[in-house]
């Protein structure tokens, strides 16, 4: 059982699903799903994750609606955003085990240093800082960008 986010939490992930989902929808780029939104990663043992937000392009998305409880499958977009106390070594794992499911994009918002890392490997990590401008990948989220302070605006103002 998990404690519930912080304010702060919520207010960042409730920003960024405003931005990515009002994109994602005005362009009719495919789906997207808010948190606690449950993905199967893995069979035997079953793997559930539920990312802070996730995004699947219509590329992806299957010929019929899964019946499954849980979307089966990794989301091609990822979205986590830390709590205080999420741990360094946590972190790297749920990036690793997004990545190896199947996700093109894992982004790590850091609501203590306003920063977005978004990574597409473990080798390929680019970190947005909150003075930098954040642009989607042309594949996955084509035309999407904003400004990192954005982002944290409304904690920050």
């Given at each position: 059982?998990?404690?519930?986010?912080?304010?702060?939490?919520?207010?960042?992930?409730?920003?960024?699903?405003c931005l990515l989902a009002s994109h994602i929808e005005k362009h009719k780029l495919g789906k997207t799903f808010c948190a606690e939104?449950?993905?199967?990663?893995?069979?035997?043992?079953?793997?559930?994750?539920?990312?802070?937000f996730a995004f699947i392009p219509n590329a992806s998305l299957p010929a019929s609606v899964?019946?499954?409880?849980?979307?089966?499958?990794?989301?091609?977009?990822?979205?986590?955003?830390?709590?205080?106390?999420?741990?360094?070594?946590?972190?790297?794992?749920?990036?690793?085990?997004?990545?190896?499911?199947?996700?093109?994009?894992?982004?790590?918002?850091?609501?203590?240093?306003?920063?977005?890392?978004?990574?597409?490997?473990?080798?390929?990590?680019?970190?947005?800082?909150?003075?930098?401008?954040?642009?989607?990948?042309?594949?996955?989220?084509?035309?999407?960008?904003?400004?990192?302070?954005?982002?944290?605006?409304?904690?920050?103002?």
């Amino acid at each position: 059982m998990m404690s519930p986010a912080g304010w702060i939490h919520g207010e960042i992930v409730s920003t960024l699903h405003c931005l990515l989902a009002s994109h994602i929808e005005k362009h009719k780029l495919g789906k997207t799903f808010c948190a606690e939104t449950g993905f199967l990663l893995s069979r035997n043992p079953d793997t559930v994750r539920a990312p802070d937000f996730a995004f699947i392009p219509n590329a992806s998305l299957p010929a019929s609606v899964p019946e499954e409880a849980f979307w089966p499958g990794a989301p091609d977009l990822a979205v986590e955003v830390l709590s205080p106390d999420d741990r360094t070594g946590y972190v790297s794992e749920k990036i690793r085990l997004w990545l190896s499911a199947g996700s093109q994009e894992v982004w790590i918002v850091d609501p203590q240093l306003q920063s977005v890392t978004i990574h597409r490997s473990t080798t390929d990590i680019s970190l947005y800082a909150v003075d930098q401008t954040l642009h989607g990948d042309e594949q996955l989220l084509p035309g999407f960008s904003c400004a990192v302070a954005e982002i944290f605006s409304s904690f920050t103002s």
